[in-house]
């Protein structure tokens, strides 16, 4: 079946640094994926569609210069949290559509920003 | 406002018993309906789909979907341990490719 490979699958950073999250179609070609944050005991909540070769969708409240998003290829996108906050903790996660097969979740990255 | 709506339980059955999952949504136009599972700290794994009206079955999971009821369920038989997780539906936005998910159910399957 299709595997998205995520990385890393945690992080600490200290404040006000910037970390860059990759997921990438291992064996599918994806021209859009998406980017999930999830808090405790909460559901995912839809960041951003990420469209090859153009610009990310952000979804309302969610701040494009703070979360950077770039898909240059068919088969890789990133997530950069810049400037990170102690607030920006949460899990990160992508997925990608591989048509027939639904949507395939990436491994998730667990951010602690101290 | 499109919602999907699950109850977040937990739901603990004992095992062996049949687990029955809920979720109601309000968009009309869903053509596709998706349910997932999360174990703790892991990210979402694809469970099956259902598009059409009526049940699908995989294995031990039945998926069962009423458009005018704008319901769908999903029923695992013989539940075990393992299958104690949060249990998510997932409703892509008609016209898109976006999904909407429910804030999940609890299921804890009792030894």
């Known amino acids: 079946g299709a595997v998205v490979s995520q990385h890393p699958s945690w992080v600490i950073c200290k404040s006000g640094t910037s970390v860059k999250i990759e997921c990438r179609s291992l064996d599918f070609q994806a021209t859009t994926m998406f980017w999930y944050r999830q808090f405790p005991k909460q559901s995912l909540m839809l960041m951003a569609t990420?469209?090859?070769?153009?610009?990310?969708?952000?979804e309302q409240g969610v701040e494009k210069d703070k979360f950077l998003i770039n898909h240059a290829s068919l088969t890789l996108s990133t997530l950069t949290v810049t400037s990170a906050h102690p607030e920006d903790s949460s899990f990160y996660i992508c997925?990608?559509?591989?048509?027939?097969?639904?949507?395939?979740f990436g491994s998730g990255t667990r951010l602690t920003v101290v | 406002q499109k919602e999907v709506e699950q109850n977040s339980g937990p739901l603990s059955v004992p095992e062996g018993a049949i687990a029955s999952l809920n979720c109601t949504y309000s968009d009309r136009g869903s053509q596709s309906f998706f349910w997932y599972r999360q174990y703790s700290g892991k990210s979402p794994e694809l469970i099956m789909f259902?598009?059409?009206?009526g049940d699908k079955e995989d294995g031990r999971f039945t998926a069962q979907l009423n458009k005018a009821s704008q319901y769908v369920s999903l029923l695992i038989r013989d539940s075990q341990p393992s299958d104690s997780a949060t249990y998510l539906c997932a409703v892509p936005t008609s016209g898109t490719y976006k999904y909407i998910f429910g804030t999940g159910t609890r299921l804890k399957v009792l030894a």
């Open positions: 997925s990608a559509r591989d048509y027939g097969q639904g949507y395939t």
């Open positions: 259902i598009y059409s009206n």
């Open positions: 990420s469209n090859e070769g153009s610009k990310a969708t952000y």
